[in-house]
Protein backbone atom coordinates (compact mmCIF):
# COMPACT_ATOMS: atom_id res chain seq x y z
CA UNK A 1 0.00 0.00 0.00
CA UNK A 2 1.42 3.30 -1.11
CA UNK A 3 -0.39 6.74 -0.14
CA UNK A 4 -0.34 9.69 -2.40
CA UNK A 5 -1.20 13.14 -1.92
CA UNK A 6 -4.60 15.00 -2.64
CA UNK A 7 -4.87 18.65 -2.55
CA UNK A 8 -8.73 19.47 -1.74
CA UNK A 9 -9.87 22.75 -3.79
CA UNK A 10 -13.22 22.71 -3.25
CA UNK A 11 -16.19 19.93 -1.72
CA UNK A 12 -16.57 18.37 -5.25
CA UNK A 13 -13.35 19.09 -6.78
CA UNK A 14 -9.30 18.48 -6.10
CA UNK A 15 -6.23 17.29 -7.56
CA UNK A 16 -4.25 13.90 -6.72
CA UNK A 17 -0.75 13.09 -6.79
CA UNK A 18 0.74 11.48 -10.05
CA UNK A 19 2.09 8.51 -10.10
CA UNK A 20 4.13 6.80 -12.72
CA UNK A 21 4.19 3.64 -14.59
CA UNK A 22 0.47 2.35 -12.55
CA UNK A 23 -2.58 1.39 -13.69
CA UNK A 24 -6.09 1.02 -11.90
CA UNK A 25 -7.97 -2.25 -11.98
CA UNK A 26 -10.83 -0.57 -13.69
CA UNK A 27 -8.60 1.00 -16.60
CA UNK A 28 -7.36 -2.77 -16.88
CA UNK A 29 -11.38 -3.84 -17.34
CA UNK A 30 -12.14 -1.55 -20.14
CA UNK A 31 -8.79 -2.65 -21.62
CA UNK A 32 -9.28 -6.54 -21.92
CA UNK A 33 -12.91 -6.81 -21.62
CA UNK A 34 -13.20 -10.33 -22.72
CA UNK A 35 -15.10 -12.83 -20.31
CA UNK A 36 -11.85 -14.91 -20.71
CA UNK A 37 -9.07 -11.96 -19.30
CA UNK A 38 -8.53 -12.02 -15.49
CA UNK A 39 -6.33 -10.13 -13.10
CA UNK A 40 -4.23 -13.41 -13.06
CA UNK A 41 -4.07 -13.41 -16.81
CA UNK A 42 -2.88 -9.71 -16.41
CA UNK A 43 -0.40 -10.87 -14.05
CA UNK A 44 0.94 -13.63 -15.59
CA UNK A 45 1.51 -12.02 -18.92
CA UNK A 46 2.55 -8.82 -17.27
CA UNK A 47 5.47 -10.33 -14.56
CA UNK A 48 5.99 -13.32 -16.63
CA UNK A 49 8.63 -15.69 -14.15
CA UNK A 50 8.07 -12.71 -11.24
CA UNK A 51 4.26 -13.64 -10.95
CA UNK A 52 3.88 -15.43 -7.72
CA UNK A 53 5.99 -12.37 -6.01
CA UNK A 54 4.00 -9.65 -7.78
CA UNK A 55 0.60 -11.82 -6.76
CA UNK A 56 2.21 -11.63 -3.16
CA UNK A 57 2.81 -8.18 -2.95
CA UNK A 58 -0.79 -7.30 -4.53
CA UNK A 59 -2.41 -9.33 -1.89
CA UNK A 60 -0.76 -8.01 0.96
CA UNK A 61 -1.61 -4.14 0.24
CA UNK A 62 -4.97 -5.29 -0.82
CA UNK A 63 -5.29 -6.58 2.54
CA UNK A 64 -3.78 -3.87 4.08
CA UNK A 65 -5.99 -1.31 2.16
CA UNK A 66 -9.06 -3.06 3.00
CA UNK A 67 -7.97 -2.97 6.63
CA UNK A 68 -7.33 0.78 6.68
CA UNK A 69 -10.87 1.62 4.94
CA UNK A 70 -12.63 -0.56 7.38
CA UNK A 71 -10.88 1.02 10.51
CA UNK A 72 -11.33 4.59 8.86
CA UNK A 73 -14.47 4.11 7.20
CA UNK A 74 -13.68 5.40 3.87
CA UNK A 75 -16.24 5.71 1.86
CA UNK A 76 -14.04 6.22 -1.47
CA UNK A 77 -13.60 2.34 -2.77
CA UNK A 78 -14.13 1.53 -6.17
CA UNK A 79 -11.41 0.04 -8.71
CA UNK A 80 -10.35 3.27 -9.70
CA UNK A 81 -8.63 3.56 -6.40
CA UNK A 82 -6.88 0.19 -6.61
CA UNK A 83 -3.72 0.98 -8.79
CA UNK A 84 -1.08 -1.55 -10.20
CA UNK A 85 2.50 -0.53 -10.84
CA UNK A 86 5.65 -2.11 -11.85
Known sequence: MRPYEIFVTSAN????EYIPDTCSIDYLKKKFPQSDWTLGTYFHRYY???VDEAQRNFAES?????IFSYLFNVKDRHNGNILLDA
Open 48 to 50: GDG
Open 62 to 66: LAGYA
Open 13 to 16: SGFI
